[in-house]
């Protein structure tokens, strides 16, 4: 999945052992801190929710809840074996294992795609049922309607990137392997959102899910700034196109129109 030597545009000198490293181990660090943010968001809320359901006060998870767990831990630990393949100077193993890629990502797709329905189902569920606090209902109304745009934006552009990083991978493999991590990227605030120290502006909106999308690609994106002196063209067209939807995002979010709205287009009504 990542591949190529650094760079050839360098604004610190390629003999410096910080330059050497940074080319080595940049997008294995990447790699690393995906897997370090899914467990940090999903390891205490999946704890909580199987305590939950053992407890009988929830119905069991779906399978493909545990579906799309197993194909993203799968592709994270995917992306992370390929990155340390490449590191350790392992290109033929990198391209054999790399096959399993084609493998995943349809079916990663269709399993975001039906968890999105999977959320506004159990609303419809919870406004039906007795006993429910109203407030609770028009929170979780809120939240599932706020993170809809999020969820087709990160369905839309995990398959773009990926499609486009396997298509370009032996003849450009510069924008593969940024291709890969911005991939990879695209669905990461799940995970991001279920870390609860962090500051959220949900369920009002997403926008902090925006915001921490910047950050958590900040490392690779100053990497390049400072080895090549501006950003690769992956990186400034995967930024364009996420604006508008963010932008949309923002607009959408809370609005009493987009909440009616928003299970519609699932198929729900509340």
Do not use: C
């Amino acid at each position: 999945m990542i591949s190529g030597p650094a760079d050839v545009i360098n604004t610190l000198p390629a003999t410096s052992a910080l330059a050497r490293f940074a080319d080595r181990w940049v997008y294995v660090f990447m790699a690393a801190l995906f897997i370090i943010t899914a467990l940090a968001g999903f390891i205490p809320d999946s704890v909580a929710i199987l305590t939950e359901v053992r407890a009988h006060a929830r119905p069991p998870l779906p399978p493909v809840m545990h579906m799309h767990a197993l194909l993203m831990g799968s592709w994270l630990l995917l992306l992370f074996a390929q990155t340390l393949l490449m590191a350790m100077g392992r290109r033929p193993l990198h391209r054999k294992i790399g096959a399993v890629a084609v493998l995943l990502v349809p079916l990663i797709l269709v399993t975001m795609v039906s968890l999105v329905r999977i959320g506004f189902e159990d609303v419809a569920t919870a406004s039906a049922a007795h006993g429910v606090d109203p407030a609770e209902i028009s929170n979780m109304r809120l939240l599932v309607s706020s993170l809809l745009p999020e969820q087709a934006r990160a369905a839309l552009f995990f398959g773009v990137f990926t499609a486009w990083g396997l298509w370009v991978r032996n003849r450009d493999p510069q924008a593969h392997k940024r291709l890969m991590v911005l991939a990879t990227l695209m669905p990461l605030p799940a995970a991001i959102d279920r870390i609860d120290w962090l500051p959220s502006t949900l369920p009002a909106s997403a926008d902090s899910s925006s915001l921490y999308m910047l950050l958590w690609l900040s490392p690779v994106l100053l990497y390049d700034l400072l080895r090549r002196g501006r950003l690769h063209r992956v990186y400034v067209i995967g930024l364009l196109l996420n604006l508008p939807l963010a932008i949309a995002s923002h607009f959408l979010a809370s609005s009493s129109w987009w909440i009616a709205t928003a299970p519609r287009l699932v198929g729900i009504r509340w």
